[in-house]
């Protein structure tokens, strides 16, 4: 919605990348008020993400190597979603991939948007209970670098505030959950 204006007009749009997880394209558009410019785009089919809560109230969390970052990030697990796939099945493929546990209760904690700035992608959070430890996991993804961390709430706040360095769809969803969670 553009508040009682008009839309920007599409003049020309270039492909500059397609890539296995994103598309980057440029976009030339006359604004409303006849200014032009060329504004860049990440094209990403959305993420989705669990928070996973023990039956002992602990947050089942990953660290996990972030090339951009050159370092371990904290995260939730997440993963993105396929073509013509729902979230609720990326999320329950992604938490046994990515944590070993498989979650018997979901709810829905919403969606957001990650970056509007430079991409359309949409974070589809949801809260994982009920969990049970699988005998045999699947195999991580090969090009990923992971290894499962549990924090009661209060531990991961704490580290939120101390800035360690967490990512911002964790911390979103976190207190997307915060009232779900077992009180500290």
């Known amino acids: 919605m553009f508040l009682g204006q008009e839309p920007p007009q599409l003049l020309k749009q270039r492909l500059v990348y397609q890539g296995r997880k994103f598309n980057f394209e440029v ?3 006359r604004l409303p008020n006849q200014s032009e410019g060329e504004w860049e785009c990440i094209r990403h089919p959305g993420g989705a993400l669990a928070v996973p809560v023990t039956a002992e109230g602990q947050l089942v969390m990953v660290q996990q190597y972030r090339f951009a970052m050159q370092r ?3 995260e939730f697990p997440a993963g993105t979603v396929e073509p013509h796939e729902d979230p609720a099945t990326t999320i329950r493929r992604e938490i046994e991939e990515e944590t070993g546990y498989r979650a018997h209760r979901w709810r829905s904690l919403g969606q957001f948007i990650l970056a ?9 959070a949801f809260l994982a209970e009920d969990l049970e430890a699988l005998e ?4 991580q993804d090969a090009d990923e670098d992971i290894a499962t961390l549990l924090l009661t709430p209060a531990e991961l ?8 360095p967490i990512d911002a769809k964790s911390i979103s969803s976190f207190f997307l959950a915060r009232p779900f969670l077992p009180a500290a």
């Open 27 to 29: 976009s030339h558009l």
């Open 72 to 74: 371990r990030v904290l």
């Open 116 to 124: 509007p700035g430079y991409s359309d992608e949409i974070i589809y």
């Open 136 to 139: 045999h996991p699947p195999a």
């Open 157 to 164: 706040e704490a580290r939120i505030h101390a800035g360690d």
